[in-house]
């Protein structure tokens, strides 16, 4: 399947979407997952139009990783959770919803389990004051 310019990533990273931006970079854009599946839930893309891993250039997925753990870290700092999970869907069939790359980082908490994938809207002053709080511990 070729590359859709027009997936709701695309349109984010051309501000033609909005979205609660953590990390606006030269390689790079954060953003909460609109549809978090716990509260912190964090998405990190490639300014590099690619559907998927396989797509990725290796300078472009060596900047997606590393920026996915600097990333990582701050929702750590911002929000302390008990564990963090890391995951990146390629395909229908794994689960991939949006065709233009992305690492998830989804924070977990003592005792709490996961809510479902892609499935409902988080208020979006909880978004906007994790958002908040992420962009704090990412700054220098
Ligand atoms: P995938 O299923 O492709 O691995 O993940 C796509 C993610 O994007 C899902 O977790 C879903 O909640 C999130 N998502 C879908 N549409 C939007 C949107 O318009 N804005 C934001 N911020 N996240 C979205």
């Known amino acids: 399947m070729a590359y859709d310019p027009d997936n709701i990533f695309a349109k984010i990273l051309r ?3 909005n979205a609660h931006v953590v990390l606006d970079e030269e390689h790079c854009f954060a953003f909460m997952d609109l549809m978090p599946q716990s509260p912190g839930h964090t998405l990190i893309i490639p300014r590099e139009p690619a559907e998927n891993i396989f797509d990725l250039s290796d300078e472009g997925l060596a900047h997606l990783t590393a920026t996915t753990r600097r990333v990582a870290r701050a929702v750590k700092t911002a929000l302390n959770p008990a564990g963090l999970m890391i995951a990146q869907l390629n395909g229908v069939d794994a689960g991939q919803t949006v065709f233009h790359i ?6 977990r908490y003592a005792g709490e389990g996961l809510t479902f ?9 909880e978004l906007a004051a994790n958002a908040a709080r992420i962009r704090a511990a990412l700054a220098p």
């Open 102 to 107: 992305h690492f998830h980082v989804i924070p």
């Open 117 to 125: 994938h892609a499935r409902t809207m988080a208020d979006a002053d």
């Open 15 to 17: 501000g033609e979407a």
